[in-house]
């Protein structure tokens, strides 16, 4: 059974950076995706980042573009998203989803989720 895992998730003060992780356990992640989402209170989830662990292409929401990096560790089966220069706006749940194509095109058809981590920027 395929699990995900998000850590590293906690509170930073505007202007912060915060590391998160997913590790994934009982599948290997070649030809997949990786992405990370969030979701705001009372908001929709929204896609953040994305990248193909086949290809190591990634991409980026806009709103985050220039301050947030996503990468891989293939042996360790881990994806990481390094967050900086945060914002009030990034406060939120963030979930890190795996889709079987290795392609980062759009945030749809990701069918493994792990359970969420809260980040919360807070003065």
């Known amino acids: 059974q395929p699990q995900l895992a998000e850590s590293g998730g906690g509170l930073v003060q505007p202007g912060g950076s915060l590391r998160l992780s997913c590790a994934a356990s009982?599948?290997?992640?070649?030809?997949?995706?990786i992405s990370w989402f969030r979701q705001a209170p009372g908001k929709e989830r929204e896609g953040v980042s994305c990248?193909?662990?086949?290809?190591?292409?990634?991409k980026y929401a806009d709103s985050v573009q220039g301050r947030f990096t996503i990468s891989m560790d293939n042996a360790k089966n881990t994806v990481y998203l390094q967050m900086n220069s945060l914002k009030f706006e990034d406060t939120g749940v963030y979930y890190c989803?795996?889709?079987?194509?290795?392609?980062?095109?759009?945030?749809?058809?990701?069918?493994?989720w792990g359970q969420g981590t809260q980040v919360t920027v807070s003065s």
């Open positions: 990248i193909s662990m086949t290809y190591g292409t990634t």
């Open positions: 989803a795996m889709r079987n194509i290795p392609f980062c095109r759009n945030w749809i058809g990701f069918g493994d």
């Open positions: 009982g599948f290997t992640l070649d030809y997949r995706v």
